[in-house]
C-alpha cells in the first residue's frame, strides 16, 4: 500500500509568519510530487509541483524536496489569512496519472 | 485550464436509492477521473474513464456499485447505486492538467444518504 502521510492539524502561524507544511511518502521510486491547496467547500487546485530534490519557489511559496528521506514539504512566506485552506500532498506512486493524496494538513493564518 | 461543471452540487438521498452524477468538461479530453473525499480522509480515486473504453476501477471500487459512462470527449457520469450512508461524501470529477500527471478538479457533487 502506498501512502501519504500528513498531519491533519489544524496549524495555526500568525499573519506574516512562515507557514510549514510536512508530507511524507512510503514509495520509495516516486517521482514527481504536487501541492494541492483546497479552500473549505471548494475543489482541489494545484499550487506548486516538484520533481527533483532540493527547493523550488514560486513567489511566497517553496517547495522542498528529498527523496532520501521520502520527505517533500511546502513553505508559505508572509502568510495570509487567504491562504487558511487545507493544503494536500499529492505523490506520483507509478504509471501515468497514478497520484496518491495525503489527508491534507488544515492551515489557519490568524490576523 | 479547462472549466468543469458537475451537476448535481448537493444532494440528500434516501438508502437504498442511486444518483447519478454529471460532469461536463469544457473541451475534448482523453482521461477523466472520479474522486471521493470523505471527511477526515484523503482524496481517493474511484475510476478512470476514457472515452470509448471501459473504466478502470481502483481496488476497492466495483462497477456494480458506481458504473461509469463515458460517451464523448467532453462528459461523463458517476453512479453511486444502492446506496448507504457510508456512501455520503463529495464526489469529484476530474480531467488532466498541463502539468504531466496534474488534475483540474470539478466543483464537487456533495452527497448525504440518509
Known amino acids: 500500500q502506498k501512502e501519504v502521510e500528513q498531519n491533519s492539524g489544524p496549524l495555526s502561524v500568525p499573519e506574516g509568519a512562515i507557514a510549514s507544511l510536512n508530507c511524507t511518502y512510503s514509495?520509495?521510486?516516486?517521482?514527481?510530487f504536487f501541492w494541492y491547496r483546497q479552500y473549505s467547500g471548494k475543489s482541489p487546485e494545484l499550487i506548486m509541483f516538484i520533481y527533483s530534490n532540493g527547493d523550488k519557489e514560486d513567489g511566497r511559496f517553496t517547495a522542498q524536496l528529498n527523496k532520501a528521506s521520502q520527505y517533500v514539504s511546502l513553505l508559505i512566506r508572509d502568510s495570509q489569512p487567504s491562504d487558511s485552506a487545507t493544503y494536500l500532498c499529492?505523490?506520483?506512486?507509478?504509471?501515468?496519472?497514478?497520484?496518491?493524496f495525503g489527508i491534507g494538513t488544515k492551515l489557519q493564518v490568524i490576523p | 485550464s479547462a472549466v468543469i461543471s458537475q451537476k448535481p452540487s448537493r444532494d440528500i438521498c434516501q438508502r437504498g436509492t442511486s444518483l447519478t452524477i454529471q460532469c461536463q468538461v469544457d473541451?475534448?479530453?482523453?482521461?477523466m477521473f472520479w474522486y471521493r473525499q470523505q471527511p477526515g480522509q484523503s482524496l481517493t480515486l474511484i475510476a478512470t474513464?476514457?472515452?470509448?473504453?471501459?473504466?478502470?476501477?481502483e481496488s476497492g471500487f466495483v462497477i456494480d456499485k458506481f458504473p461509469i459512462s463515458r460517451p464523448n470527449l467532453t462528459f461523463s457520469t458517476l453512479t453511486v447505486s444502492n446506496m448507504s450512508p457510508e456512501d455520503s461524501s463529495i464526489y469529484l470529477c476530474?480531467?488532466?492538467?498541463?502539468?504531466?500527471?496534474?488534475?483540474?478538479f470539478g466543483p464537487g457533487t456533495r452527497l448525504t444518504v440518509l
Open positions: 473541451s475534448q479530453v482523453t482521461m
Open positions: 476530474s480531467v488532466e492538467g498541463t502539468v504531466e500527471d496534474t488534475q483540474y
Open positions: 499529492a505523490v506520483n506512486s507509478g504509471g501515468y496519472q497514478k497520484v496518491t
Open positions: 474513464a476514457n472515452q470509448g473504453s471501459e473504466a478502470t476501477y
Open positions: 514509495d520509495r521510486g516516486s517521482q514527481s
